[in-house]
């Protein structure tokens, strides 16, 4: 609380020096007074505040004045009024200027304490999300530093290069963007690599390959490609995403070597010294193994034995499985791979190694069969690139933002005074129904992270809505229901996958499967499936659950309900899954208890 700061604007020098006793005991001391409305504008206009308490009654300037000129300036200001609000108007039109909390005259400490507490934690948790967004910028800048990075439009403009895009290309950004990305392509590139490459990702999947691109200059340059189709909430395709690493060296290295030993003039002498120095040249730069037929190690580099934190012998005899982490084991990799090298076939894997130390490390790895004259593969050479650092910061970008989505679904539910229990509850409940209805494992787990995020739209919603006490009015209620078109405006841009499956979630989380439900009154499947699945979880919880307004449903009326509005309200396929494995949910509740 010490980092909090505050502007306090009274004419009343008694309260003010009241409230001076009051935050000498909150440990906080950057605080500033203003007598009048006009002062702390002026203050306003050339610092910055967490939070300001204001009078409404004051000479020159009154407290709604204030505050809807700092609305003009930084429209996010956290307002707390200390007043006595005589009339109803007063009320209403504070809660159209978004006051936070109200504190009556004469102050109450304990009230005065629990407000600023509960204020400090929101702009903690605010500073503390800020923090990890500018994060994720840092991560994103790290990963545009380290690789090649183009977008176009869905027909294959370009709308941003990378500096590294450009580096290796040749071309400036103004060259290149607005152009068709067909600039850069060389045009030995089989067209049929183009065809498949359009074919794949027109259908909403990623394209991985090699591709040769020309140099401005005349030159050429070959990238191993990841192209990906970037889905906009309306599941329509925004944009297209290039990622490239430059492989250009290594690819000349194969291209030469087999050109020479191919040009049957070279004497056998000169062959093996040419071979020699192109070895060594992949020595200094690749990490390389050599196995035979069986799998079993004849040769490492020293850039091997660096990554691995072997030495060569041993590695000697060792079988090249063995390195592997266990998943690819119980995946079977090894032996599929097995199968295809003795058909002659290259193969291109992304493996997850184990080192001496038992640390992992990852290596995007291209295995050759090498053949006798007769067409008959002798041994296998392994070439490697090591993306451990990649990866693992990619790791740490996706752990970002689920650390960031449960981070800003449990502000909303602390400002409706529900507990951080709440959301982990919802995320469990969600991912087991999703599984239960036989979604992938990896969709299953993106709706457990973007399920707490159900309710964020809530933080627009005035407290003295939000955590009333009673029976919302009709006016109440329609302010209440804007929350689900909150969330969704708040999330909708993001191309990112949880937060992209959390703004469905937000939005229809409240649509009913007999299509009486809002905002936008959908019916059936037309509501997204992580919108129905977050609709029961969601409401099973919050029945069991103690709020402001009831006090908790007892399991046989929860499941009364359930039955009558299976079909109405939800999605009876789910429903029926919810109920036929209702013990796995009890444990889940058990589990994480408030």
């Known amino acids: 609380m010490e980092d909090i700061s505050i502007l306090y604007v009274e004419d009343e020098q008694s309260i003010v020096s009241f409230a001076k006793i009051l935050f000498k005991k909150s440990n906080i001391s950057n605080i500033t007074y203003a007598s009048n409305g006009q002062e702390a504008l002026k203050l306003y206009s050339k610092n910055r505040y967490d939070i300001i308490f204001t009078d409404m009654m ?229 990490a390389i193994l050599r196995t035979d037929t069986n799998n079993i190690i004849t040769f490492a580099n020293d850039e091997f034995c660096k990554i691995s934190g072997f030495d060569l012998d041993e590695l000697i005899g060792k079988n090249c499985s063995s390195l592997r982490d266990k998943k690819h084991i119980a995946q079977q990799d090894c032996k599929n791979m097995q199968t295809k090298l003795k058909k002659n076939e290259v193969i291109s894997i992304t493996f997850k190694n184990i080192s001496k130390s038992g640390k992992p490390y990852y290596t995007n790895t291209i295995v050759y069969p090498i053949v006798n004259l007769n067409g008959e593969t002798i041994e296998h050479l392994h070439l490697m690139h090591d993306i451990t650092e990649i990866l693992e910061l990619s790791q740490e970008i996706e752990d970002t933002q689920k650390e960031v989505v449960f981070t800003m679904g449990a502000i909303g539910e602390t400002r409706s005074k529900e507990t951080g229990n709440h959301v982990k509850r919802v995320a469990e409940y969600s991912y087991t129904l999703a599984k239960l209805y036989g979604l992938s494992d990896e969709e299953s787990e993106l709706i457990k992270m973007a399920s707490p995020m159900h309710d964020i739209g809530k933080v627009g919603i005035p407290d003295s809505i939000l955590n009333k006490p009673a029976r919302l009015t009709k006016d109440e209620f329609e302010i209440m229901k804007t929350h689900s078109s909150i969330g969704y405006e708040m999330l909708k841009g993001s191309s990112r996958p949880i937060l992209k499956a959390s703004s469905h979630i937000a939005l229809e989380h409240h649509e009913r499967w007999d299509g009486k439900g809002y905002p936008n009154g959908l019916s059936g499947e037309e509501i997204h499936i992580y919108g129905r699945i977050t ?29 009558v509005e299976s079909g109405q309200q939800f999605d009876p396929n789910l429903m029926n899954l919810f109920l036929e494995n209702l013990d796995i949910f009890l444990e889940i509740q058990d589990k994480y208890v408030d």
């Open 535 to 563: 609709a029961i979880c969601d409401v099973f919880d919050a029945l069991g659950s103690d709020r402001c307004y009831k006090k908790a449903w007892d399991l046989e009326k929860i499941l009364k309900l359930f039955n």
């Open 58 to 286: 004051m000479p020159i300037m009154d407290g709604f004045t204030l505050i809807e000129k700092i609305r003009e300036i930084d429209d996010r200001q956290i307002f707390i009024m200390v007043t006595g609000l005589e009339n109803k108007d007063d009320l209403i039109r504070a809660i159209e200027l978004r006051v936070a909390h109200f504190i009556e005259k004469p102050i109450n400490p304990k009230k005065f304490y629990t407000i600023l507490e509960h204020s400090c934690r929101i702009i903690n948790e605010k500073k503390e999300l800020e923090l990890s967004n500018k994060l994720l910028e840092q991560y994103k800048q790290a990963i545009d530093d380290t690789t090649i990075v183009s977008k176009t439009t869905p027909q294959g403009i370009i709308t941003y290069v990378n500096e590294q895009f450009c580096k290796i290309s040749g071309y400036t950004k103004e060259e290149l963007i607005g152009k068709p990305h067909s600039l850069v392509r060389d045009p030995s590139t089989e067209k049929s690599t183009f065809k498949d490459m359009w074919s794949t990702i027109q259908k909403k999947q990623t394209w991985r390959g090699k591709i040769k691109n020309k140099i401005k200059d005349g030159g050429f340059y070959i990238v191993e490609a990841v192209i990906i189709p970037i889905i906009d909430a309306n599941n329509r395709i925004i944009e297209y995403m290039g990622i490239r690493h430059d492989i250009t060296e290594l690819e000349k290295y194969k291209e030469i070597l087999q050109c020479e030993l191919d040009d049957t003039s070279k004497t056998l002498k000169e062959n093996l010294n040419l071979s020699q120095q192109y070895e060594d040249g992949m020595n200094r730069s690749t």
